[in-house]
């Protein structure tokens, strides 16, 4: 899935409406964008740099953020802007083995290193664990040796930019103040930033979630649609990300060191909102939960790039949580940003290869709820039939689950091809899930 990664030096050779930001066009029908390192402007003898804006300082930007700083060479300026008064949107989150290499790479982040983690209010992660979803409870390995985290986003801008004014002080700048128009030229971006205007190369929007959803794809890959939130200080930590299945859908788990967050799905057509708290209450053993609630839809955007203006975050899609996707899908977004920049890819190259990769992980969703849990109620009936039907339709899942199969005879599965997660992920999940579409 992540071929997209080349080595910079190899590349030169060859839902709040408050985050509403219009973007308009001054491109005419079938415009040229001009790309790629050709294009590196000389003024008076000095080589003016070139300039990358990146909206947004939630996970998204920030890691966009990183990615840059670390791919593109001295000629660049990477800005970082945002509005200080709209809020992130803060929730401990789960990762994988992709964002710490990028840490790793472009923060000199060290998961052995205490320092760090607190610095993240960080944990170790070493999968996922699934409880009552079958009998008997199961990780979800990350696989090839790696180890994730689970952080605190509330705590990424501070750590990402000291560690960015440090170690890449000719890459990284910042601007702070309201994005109000975004304007695509054929050789530049302008950005108006309160009253002034600012000309880039290319931007990354990461400003959130959209205002409407007119230009996007809803998916129906999913039964839930809301997520109540409950942290608590007192838990035995243990290096996973819990998915608890429930009567009304699954909870998630997220270890903190401070704390440990809940999230408790449900779907607001099936469960009413005070059963859903009542359940979380008595799962929890608390006689309260905080009232903070998020109610979503799943879309993801068909357009990664418009002229030279990119998306990326909850701008470009969102998932519900299951098996910690987002951040997967945002390295990947980042490394075909980078490919379009440098001139390797078309428009039309770069918004297909982001549809293929996300449509997997929409049949990874219906893939573990189709098969439901140890709850029999209203919501897992539904939940089943409705995701059962909708894999039916799915060619692309149902290939390559073939494709396992025979490999799997014959003794190659790890030949397969990536599809969402990994071959022996799927192995693994399928076997416990009882499926069989790999195994006996
Ligand atoms: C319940 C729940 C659980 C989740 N759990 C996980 C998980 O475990 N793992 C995972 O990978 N993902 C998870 N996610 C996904 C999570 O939403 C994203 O990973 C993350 O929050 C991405 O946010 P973002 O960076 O796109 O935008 P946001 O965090 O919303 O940030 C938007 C940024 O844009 C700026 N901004 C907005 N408008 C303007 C403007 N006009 N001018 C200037 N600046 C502006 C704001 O200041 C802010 O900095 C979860 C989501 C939910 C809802």
Redesign the pocket.
Same mark, same amino acid.
């Given at each position: 899935m992540f071929l997209f990664e080349k080595f910079k030096k190899m590349m030169l050779k060859t839902p709040?409406p408050?985050?509403?930001?219009p973007i308009s066009s001054e491109l005419e029908p079938e415009p040229k964008v001009e790309l790629g390192p050709q294009q590196e402007p000389e003024v008076s003898g000095l080589k003016k740099k070139r300039k990358l804006g990146v =909206?947004?300082?939630?996970?998204?930007?920030?890691l966009s953020l990183v990615h840059f700083c670390t791919w593109l060479e001295e000629d660049w300026e990477i800005y970082s802007?945002?509005?200080?008064?709209?809020?992130?949107?803060?929730?401990?989150?789960?990762?994988?083995g992709e964002f710490v290499g990028l840490l790793e790479r472009g923060t000199h982040f060290c998961l052995g290193s205490q320092e760090d983690l607190k610095a993240l209010d960080a944990t170790i992660k070493f999968g996922s664990k699934f409880s009552g979803w079958r009998e008997a409870s199961w990780i979800n390995p990350l696989l090839d040796g790696n180890t994730a985290v689970?952080f605190n986003?509330y705590f990424f801008k501070d750590f990402i930019y000291s560690r960015l004014e440090k170690l890449w002080p000719k890459q990284f700048r910042f601007i702070e103040?309201?994005?109000?128009e975004l304007v695509n030229h054929s050789d530049r971006v302008t950005v108006t =930033?309160d009253e002034s205007e600012h000309e880039f190369d290319f931007v990354i929007d990461?400003?959130?979630?959209p205002s409407n959803y007119d230009d996007y794809v809803i998916s129906d890959c999913t039964p839930v649609n809301r997520?109540l939130?409950h942290s608590i200080e007192d838990f035995e930590y243990e290096p996973f990300?819990d998915h608890i299945a429930h009567a009304h859908g699954w909870m998630?788990g997220?270890p903190l060191q401070s704390r440990k967050t809940y999230?408790y799905?449900y779907n607001d057509k099936i469960t009413a909102k005070e059963e859903a708290v009542e359940d979380m209450k008595r799962i929890l053993e608390v006689d309260e939960i905080e009232d903070k609630e998020?109610v979503?839809k799943c879309y993801y955007t068909p357009k990664l790039v418009e002229g030279r203006i990119f998306k990326?975050?909850?701008?470009a899609l969102?998932f519900?949580?299951l098996v910690?996707?987002?951040?997967?899908l945002?390295t990947y977004a980042m490394r075909l940003i980078y490919d379009r920049m440098m001139g390797n890819t078309t428009e039309e190259e770069t918004n297909t290869s982001f549809v293929d990769a996300v449509q997997p992980v929409e049949n990874i969703i219906s893939y573990y709820y189709q098969g439901g849990s140890t709850f029999e109620s209203a919501f897992w009936d539904h939940a089943t039939r409705h995701t059962k039907a909708r894999l039916e339709n799915q060619q692309a899942f149902k290939d390559m689950m073939a494709t396992y199969k025979n490999l799997k005879d014959r003794g190659i599965l790890n030949m397969g091809s990536i599809y969402g997660f990994k071959p022996l992920t799927w192995e693994i999940v399928d076997e416990q899930m009882g499926y069989g579409y790999i195994g006996k």
């Open positions: 709040t408050d985050h509403q930001c =909206i947004g300082v939630g996970s998204a930007g920030l802007i945002h509005n200080p008064a709209k809020e992130i949107l803060g929730i401990g989150e789960s990762t994988n689970h986003n103040g309201d994005v109000k =930033i990461c400003m959130g979630f997520c939130v990300t998630f997220v999230g799905l998020y979503f990326n975050g909850n701008k969102f519900e949580p910690a996707n987002s951040i997967a945002y």
